[in-house]
């Protein structure tokens, strides 16, 4: 059973340039309090196949977590 599930996910800069940042919010629940990070990760697939052609894009950190509902951008 997972501590976290991710309720939604929008793309806050839509379209956006190719060298522009990525916007993110994230809304996620979680059932009980974590006192550490939780890490984020942005990952590409290229192919299902082959996680080795996998490209992190870009990662974050947030923490503590309260239980409940959570967002950030």
Same mark, same amino acid.
């Given at each position: 059973?997972?501590?976290?599930?991710?309720?939604?996910?929008?793309?806050?800069?839509?379209?956006?340039?190719?060298?522009?940042?990525?916007?993110?919010?994230?809304?996620?629940? %979680? @059932?009980? &309090?974590? +006192?550490?990070?939780?890490?984020?990760?942005?990952?590409?697939?290229?192919?299902?196949?082959?996680?080795?052609?996998?490209?992190?894009?870009?990662?974050? %950190? @947030?923490? &503590?977590? +309260?239980?409940?509902?959570?967002?950030?951008?």
């Amino acid at each position: 059973m997972s501590i976290v599930s991710i309720r939604d996910v929008q793309i806050l800069n839509n379209p956006a340039k190719f060298s522009d940042p990525y916007k993110f919010k994230v809304t996620f629940e %979680c @059932i009980a &309090p974590l +006192p550490d990070d939780i890490e984020w990760k942005l990952i590409f697939v290229s192919s299902p196949e082959n996680r080795d052609l996998d490209q992190e894009l870009d990662d974050c %950190c @947030i923490g &503590p977590v +309260p239980a409940g509902n959570n967002a950030f951008t």
